[in-house]
T-cell receptor, first 113, second 115 residues
Framework: QKEVEQDPGPLSVPEGAIVSLNCTYS??????FMWYRQYSRKGPELLMY????GNKEDGRFTAQVDKSSKYISLFIRDSQPSDSATYLC?????????????FGKGITLSVRP | DGGITQSPKYLFRKEGQNVTLSCEQN?????MYWYRQDPGQGLRLIYY???????QKGDIAEGYSVSREKKESFPLTVTSAQKNPTAFYLC??????????????FGDGTRLSIL
């Protein structure tokens, strides 16, 4: 079993839809959880960063972490064509200089106008 | 503007040749990382450095080498021993944990191809 599993996609939705992206993990030591957005030919851009379980909201984006189920989600409300990108979940046991990240494979989202 | 600069954006390697990818950051971050990204594979850690003059192997270090002589610079050399070097290479950095939660931030990558 891979340490981090991410829904494979690709995913195509109409503009305005609610998007749900998910990852599961097996390492119970993970306690820092991230979602990165990556546009074509660009580096990943940090979208959401959460510690331990709970929800975090930032504009149209909500990140959820359920450590008991080893499951994290990213919700995008009122999706826009500019949200079309690859979304990567990442997690680590530590923060700072010892924060080796383990990534999901990424899911490509396309939002149709 | 503070950030991470990777160069070149595109690089071509001939058989048997070593090539060096540059990564410079002006964020004053202690730690720097190199990842490799292949289609459908996600990002995999090659090397990381928590402090100047020190670095550790990641999950796929074979065929690669690094140095960390300056805090702001962490170059990656792809040696001829790396038999499948075609990939998108990403450099990241973050600061020490004592300053609070420190996610990694990424440069815009170097795409390496074989001639």
């Amino acid at each position: 079993q891979k340490e981090v599993e991410q829904d494979p996609g690709p995913l195509s939705v109409p503009e305005g839809a609610i998007v749900s992206l998910n990852c599961t993990y097996s390492n119970s030591a993970f306690q820092y959880f991230m979602w990165y957005r990556q546009y074509s030919r660009k580096g990943p851009e940090l979208l959401m960063y959460t510690y331990s379980s709970g929800n975090k909201e930032d504009g149209r984006f909500t990140a959820q972490v359920d450590k008991s189920s080893k499951y994290i989600s990213l919700f995008i409300r009122d999706s826009q064509p500019s949200d079309s990108a690859t979304y990567l979940c990442a997690m680590s046991a530590y923060t700072g200089a010892n924060s080796k990240l383990t990534f999901g494979k990424g899911i490509t989202l396309s939002v149709r106008p | 503007d503070g950030g991470i600069t990777q160069s070149p954006k595109y690089l071509f390697r001939k058989e048997g040749q070593n090539v060096t990818l540059s990564c410079e950051q002006n964020l004053n971050h202690d730690a720097m990382y190199w990842y490799r990204q292949d289609p459908g594979q996600g990002l995999r850690l090659i090397y990381y450095s928590q402090i100047v003059n020190d670095f550790q192997k990641g999950d796929i270090a074979e065929g690669y080498s690094v140095s960390r002589e300056k805090k702001e610079s962490f170059p990656l050399t792809v040696t001829s021993a790396q038999k499948n070097p075609t990939a998108f290479y990403l450099c990241a950095s973050n600061d020490r944990a004592e300053l609070g939660n420190q996610p990694q931030h990424f440069g815009d990558g170097t795409r390496l191809s074989i001639l």
